[in-house]
């Protein structure tokens, strides 16, 4: 789901208080910050202040450093976690992990966070303030923490998740390797015969004096084109990546963008999946601390990280809000499986549905880490398969001529 960045004033028990904080719209900061013990005054995008165009300012010469890595983070939801876990106050223990932090970006990062901490907000909105450190799911997985008490247990499962995340991506690259190289090699091989075998063998075909079989003539078309307007093609590839991205940056189409995701063949159904299981494990949590089934939902639409997912499970709230039971709801949704719905239906059955919730998240990720150890050997047939057809094209194409000069030859 799309997030945007807001800044507000409100009142709470400690006086007024003011800040910047992500959400999908005004309302849903307002929720939030009435979830927080805050009444908002004033809710505003940034985009649409001066100050917005400020922070703005700020957020471009950031851009200019080194990102952090996802480590970094899984370090400091650790560390915070066990210092939390020995009694150690929340500001001296960001004031310890600022000291001990080696990413310039972290320091300055958690001197803002406590600074927001000493001036009245909470954990989580000091580090919405920071998007380029804290992702939405970060950010909502802290705030189901605060608002159940439980903020250590929060940040030890953050940890195991961003493990996950990391361990996961690294079996992506370790998977996609060979299957690059492959359409790396096929697509360098392609570009040199267009551009240099064919134009040598076409000239020397038109001394034949016949007529050319017809994958022969689609070769040469085909090279005549590369030939001619190869520049244009390359500079309306460009563009049109650049166009795609700008499309996927709105949130029209990152939502048309994240559907077609979950319907691409073999990487679809890892994606539903990894998805399906950060929804069981952060709604299971969030059931567990006793957040209400209308709130719980809430918040985990924005840990989401696919947006027509999110906007399912956005639907799902407002379901139960109209009285909807919880499967009733995730069916309407259409996004989950028929074992998600058959543990929700035993869930609400027996009063249990943050223990069978714990149960799909790890039934999921375990099939997640599966997919992915095998996603190299289910990708092979369709390279082997290209391949073959690209073998097969170039062979008709080349040899055809050669073989039918060959006839003619020996029947003289």
Not at 32 to 45: C, D, Y
């Amino acid at each position: 789901m799309a997030l945007q960045r807001y800044t507000y004033t409100g009142h709470s028990a400690a006086g007024e208080v003011s800040g910047t904080l992500e959400g999908a719209s005004a309302a849903a900061v307002a929720d939030l910050l009435v979830a927080r013990g805050v009444t908002p005054l004033r809710i505003e995008a940034q985009g649409d202040s001066p100050a917005g165009a400020q922070a703005d300012a700020v957020d471009w010469r950031a851009w200019l450093r080194p990102a952090m890595g996802p480590v970094d983070l899984m370090l400091f939801a650790r560390q915070l976690h066990t210092l939390l876990r020995s009694g150690v106050p929340i500001l001296r223990a960001l004031m310890g992990l600022q000291e001990s932090a080696t990413h310039p970006e972290m320091k300055d990062t958690l001197a803002d966070v406590r600074r927001s901490l000493e001036s009245g907000l909470e954990l989580s909105m000091g580090c919405a303030q920071h998007p380029r450190v804290f992702d939405p799911f970060f950010l909502a997985m802290l705030r189901v923490g605060e608002m159940t008490g439980r903020l250590d247990e929060v940040l030890l499962r953050l940890f195991k998740h961003l493990e996950f995340e990391v361990l996961m991506r690294q079996q992506v690259k370790s998977a996609l390797r060979y299957p690059m190289f492959v359409v790396i090699a096929m697509v360098a091989a392609v570009a040199v015969i267009n551009v240099m075998v064919i134009p040598a063998f076409a000239s020397v075909f038109a001394t034949f004096g016949a007529e050319l079989p017809l994958p022969t003539r689609i070769l040469i078309a085909l090279s005549d084109f590369t030939l001619r307007w190869g520049w244009a093609v390359a500079l309306a590839a460009v563009g049109g990546w650049f166009a795609l991205r700008r499309w996927r940056a709105t949130p029209e189409g990152r939502l048309h963008w994240d559907r077609w995701q979950l319907a691409v063949p073999v990487a679809g159904k890892i994606v539903r999946k990894a998805n399906l299981a950060r929804f069981a494990r952060s709604f299971a949590l969030a059931l567990r601390s006793g957040v209400p089934v209308e709130q719980a939902l809430a918040v985990v639409a924005q840990t989401a990280d696919n947006a027509w997912i999110a906007r399912s499970i956005d639907g799902m709230r407002a379901s139960v809000e109209r009285g909807e039971s919880i499967l009733r709801s995730a069916a309407a949704a259409r996004v989950f499986t028929p074992v998600v719905l058959q543990m929700i239906a035993v869930g609400e059955e027996t009063g249990s549905v943050d223990e069978l919730m714990d149960e799909v998240a790890e039934l999921y990720g375990n099939e997640v880490q599966y997919e992915l150890k095998t996603l190299g050997q289910q990708i092979e047939p369709i390279l082997i398969v290209c391949l073959g057809v690209l073998v097969l094209v170039l062979a008709l194409g080349v040899f055809l001529p050669v073989w039918d000069l060959g006839r003619v030859a020996f029947k003289r």
